[in-house]
């Protein structure tokens, strides 16, 4: 059974690197059939794709979000991770790592989320 | 962007209700399109994928219809563990699209 966990601080500062990471058990990152990515979601309100990468290939980012944000793999650890530069209060949100099929295919596969709050 | 328009916002509805929210995308995206559920507190869970095909697991009285830019989900006999919120993503092009969501309250 596919499992994903976030984890990463609460509470960010202003200005500040938000930094989450999303550990995969039950399954391999490797897997040739699946992207793995991040998706967020302000409290209140609706869903926002982050980005996705297949394990060996280039991530995609939305663009709405590319010039601040990365995600990588770290395949020895079953891993992948999220960094967002230069955040503001409009980066409060949950944030869930997600398995995906495909580059924009359906979410089969979601984490439990974790919330990210930028203050000071 | 592809932008994805759900309604209604909120759906008053009880237990045994057939119920229906639609989802409409800005442009053709033929029958890529997807229906998740989420309980508060908890991460959405996939219902339809590619418009009609019902994920595993999910009861039958979910169901997903529509091609090109107009969408419908369906719940039969609404049941009390079927008040949430439901969204509509469309999978047809980057970066991947979610409409804002349908409430459905008793």
């Known amino acids: 059974q596919l499992q994903l966990q976030e984890s990463g601080p609460g509470l960010v500062k202003p200005s500040e690197t938000l930094s989450l990471t999303c550990t995969v058990t039950g399954g391999s990152i490797s897997s040739r059939s699946y992207y793995w990515g991040w998706i967020r979601q302000p409290p209140g309100k609706g869903l926002e794709w982050i980005g996705s990468?297949?394990?060996?290939?280039?991530?995609y980012y939305n663009p709405s979000l590319k010039s601040r944000v990365t995600i990588y793999v770290d395949t020895s650890k079953n891993q992948f991770s999220l960094k967002v530069t230069s955040v503001t209060a409009a980066d409060t949100a949950v944030y869930y790592c997600?398995?995906?099929?495909?580059?924009?295919?359906?979410?089969?596969?979601w984490g439990q989320g974790t919330l990210a709050t930028v203050s000071s | 962007d592809i932008q994805m328009t759900q309604s209604p916002s909120s759906l008053p509805a009880s237990v045994g209700d057939r119920v229906t929210i639609t989802c409409r995308a800005s442009?053709?995206?033929?029958?890529?399109l997807n229906w998740y559920q989420q309980k508060p507190g908890k991460a959405p869970k996939l219902l339809i994928y590619?418009?009609?095909s019902l994920q595993s697991g999910v009861p039958s009285r979910f169901s997903g219809s529509g091609s090109g830019t107009d969408f419908t989900l369906t719940i039969s006999n609404l049941q009390p563990e079927d008040f949430a919120n439901y969204y509509c993503q469309q999978s047809y092009s980057t970066p991947p699209t979610f409409g804002q969501g349908t409430k459905v309250e008793i």
């Open positions: 990468m297949y394990y060996s290939g280039s991530p």
């Open positions: 997600a398995r995906h099929p495909g580059i924009a295919a359906a979410v089969t596969d």
């Open positions: 442009q053709y995206i033929s029958s890529y």
């Open positions: 590619a418009a009609s």
